[in-house]
């Protein structure tokens, strides 16, 4: 296991930040972080790239030790952190350098790894850092993290605030690096779409995680039976739609309102149920459950 | 060897900055320039109102003495004290000089008269040089009226001496020349411990830090590489005001400049390793300048720069032991003002290499790559 993680856990005064957290990621694969903002995603990132110390447990990267070895791991990880951390007033090309020179290489031995990347942003070269737009930083910073050919890549949050044509870019580069130089990536999202683009997902919250898998088998495991419905007096709808004894859970997703409902439930019962209260234009389809549905599930699941 | 590219980067980012290359040049131009010029503790014009009672020759002669010394400058004649009172308390006149009825008489009969010297003293210092400066005129006047009596028979019953003052090394008390040297340690102050104090913290603000910490660059590089280019910097400013002071003022060191670069580079790596501790405890860059500002008012007012220190409490002057800047103070001085040998200020250069090295190590320690 090139990352393994065993109870670990941290505490900021009075946040538990981590709750004796475990998993492995194996070589070569992209295992993604998911859950929500201040679920630990970042403490547990900083001790991984030996920034923070944990109060418990143990952790290893490449077989090396966090707090122990950490000298030599920082040889061999690259992090990306999910703030802003290059120097703004340095050009892109000698962000790239600086990092290249800290880390005992070159830009030139390393190309190859992050050519794809760079070929974006080579035009603005010589245009300060802090110049660039949020897509562009997000590769830069990546080039940054890449140049001395790490094994292992720790981004957090890398597609936070970057446009959508960005994030699927970012993304196609993340699994090019996978396949083409086997770099293990262990990356972190708030976004529920993305998760499907990782091997393996953590979800988690409130510093442990609710469940590890891949994002498949996550969904599949997900068995109850799940509607969308939506009708012309949507505000009403959410609390009628809990009224009806057979929903276990609804959330608003979107413009329409996901419904877990029991196995034995009947949709035409349901559009009864829901035209006695008034409602028209009802619309019921049973659809096929996303992440998201199961971070809600699960989520839920935990609080009751 | 990443060091060399370290520093460099440092240089980059200070040359990008607007301010920075603007301060290092205009900071020493205005302080060498300006500041001796106006902070000056010579009394140039004095303003005094005369009482002239005896209206005789010799008092007539003792006013225009006076009046012709560049110094003072004679507001009216008034005819009694009360009257002469309205101008100093109009402030047109710092001093009243009186002289009593029948001087001319009392002197040739008895060899002996009164003058009178009132001197507005809201401010101490000017008060007291001035009259110190009067008595000195007054003195003049009594011993050229004996020479021409001609040693009359009442002077050589008492034992007369001259007291000829020779000031040493500042021969003309010029305060320009006291003034300068401190002036050159108060640019290095400023300087060579704001600038690093507001570094690291930057860092930290900016979030370059996380990137720095997680590669594999050593503790004493990095804060080297905050270090060196303070030194760099601290020395060209050094230079520039050197150059300055000989230029503007025609003022160029008694004894010899390499010590004034020792001591330069010890004190400046003191104070720049005290700016880079606070840098590594403060979360803010307002934290960092705060705490920064404090040490400085605190070395500045215990230095010996503006009020000397053989004449504070003793706890003070013993306080004034751990202070780097009364011994970086002190050889300025010396160096601009005497001959001295690397010799005589050997105790001062101890004392700021024992500190830098405390300080440096201390810098290098208190910067945390994890927490």
């Keep these: 296991m090139i990352v393994s993680v065993h109870n670990l856990k941290k505490r900021y005064r009075r946040v538990q930040a981590l709750r004796e957290v475990s998993f492995d990621v194996n070589e070569g694969e992209i295992f993604g972080l998911i859950g929500p903002d201040g679920a630990g995603k970042t403490t547990l990132f900083r001790i991984l790239a030996t920034l923070l110390l944990p109060d418990g447990g143990t952790a290893s990267v490449d077989w090396l030790d966090v707090v122990r070895d950490y000298k030599a791991i920082r040889r061999r990880i690259g992090y990306m952190p999910g703030r802003f951390s290059l120097y703004q007033d340095l050009t892109v090309e000698e962000n790239l350098q600086f990092f290249a020179t800290t880390f005992g290489t070159t830009i030139q031995e390393n190309y190859h790894l992050i050519k794809d990347i760079y070929q974006h942003i080579e035009r603005f070269k010589t245009r300060k850092a802090g110049q660039l737009s949020g897509g562009m930083k997000q590769k830069l910073a990546l080039s940054c993290a890449l140049i001395h050919a790490p094994r292992v890549l720790f981004l957090d949050e890398p597609t936070t605030g970057v446009d959508p044509v960005s994030r699927k870019e970012f993304w196609e580069m993340l699994h090019h690096l996978q396949h083409d130089y086997g770099i293990t990536i262990v990356v972190s999202t708030p976004y529920m779409d993305e998760a499907m683009k990782c091997d393996r997902i953590a979800l988690m919250q409130d510093g442990q995680f609710l469940q590890i898998d891949t994002p498949q088998a996550i969904i599949a495991g997900y068995e109850r039976n799940l509607w969308s419905v939506s009708s012309d007096h949507m505000h009403q709808l959410l609390g009628h739609l809990r009224q009806w004894p057979q929903a276990t859970s609804v959330f608003s997703f979107g413009v329409t309102y996901h419904v877990t409902v029991s196995p034995d439930a009947d949709a035409n019962r349901l559009r009864n149920f829901l035209a006695q209260k008034g409602h028209q234009h009802i619309d019921i389809n049973p659809i096929s459950a996303s992440i998201e549905d199961a971070f809600m599930a699960l989520s839920t699941t935990r609080q009751g | ?371």
């Design chain 2, 1 to 371: 060897m990443v060091l060399p590219f370290l520093i460099e980067k440092e240089f980059k980012q200070m040359m990008r900055n607007i301010v920075l290359p603007l301060i290092y040049v205009l900071f020493p131009l205005s302080v060498i320039n300006v500041v001796p010029r106006i902070a000056t503790q010579e009394i140039k014009h004095i303003n005094f109102s005369m009482v002239d009672n005896d209206h005789s020759p010799l008092s007539q002669r003792l006013v225009h003495k006076l009046s012709a010394s560049p110094n003072f400058h004679l507001v009216g004649t008034y005819p009694s004290y009360r009257h002469a009172m309205a101008t100093i308390d109009n402030a047109d006149a710092d001093m009243i000089i009186e002289i009593e009825p029948e001087f001319e008489k009392k002197l040739i009969t008895h060899g002996m008269a009164h003058v009178a010297v009132a001197t507005n003293s809201v401010n101490g210092m000017k008060g007291s040089l001035s009259t110190g400066y009067v008595t000195q005129i007054l003195a003049d006047y009594s011993a050229q009226l004996r020479d021409e009596a001609g040693l009359d028979a009442g002077i050589t019953r008492t034992a007369r001496f001259n007291v000829e003052p020779r000031y040493l090394y500042n021969t003309t008390l010029d305060y320009k020349l006291y003034m300068i040297p401190a002036l050159m340690a108060l640019i290095l102050i400023l300087i060579c411990s704001f600038l690093p104090a507001l570094n690291i913290v930057g860092e930290k603000e900016k979030g370059t830090i996380e990137q720095i910490n997680v590669t594999p660059i050593s503790k004493v590089e990095f804060i080297l590489s905050k270090l060196i280019p303070y030194i760099v910097v601290g020395l060209f400013l050094l230079t520039f005001a050197i150059f300055l002071a000989w230029l503007i003022h025609g003022y160029w060191p008694v004894g010899p400049l390499w010590l004034i670069y020792l001591f330069a580079m010890a004190f400046v790596l003191v104070m720049s390793s005290l700016g880079l501790i606070v840098s590594n405890y403060s979360s803010t860059t307002q934290q960092a300048a705060l705490l920064i500002f404090f040490f400085m008012m605190i070395f500045m007012h215990m230095s010996g720069m503006l009020t000397p220190i053989a004449s504070m409490p003793q706890w003070s002057q013993t306080l004034t032991l751990i202070n780097p800047m009364r011994y970086f103070m002190e050889a300025m001085r010396a160096i601009y003002l005497k001959p001295v040998t690397f010799a005589s200020l050997q105790w001062q250069f101890m004392c700021l290499c024992i500190m830098a090295a405390v300080l440096w190590i201390w810098a290098i320690v208190s910067y945390r790559k994890n927490s």
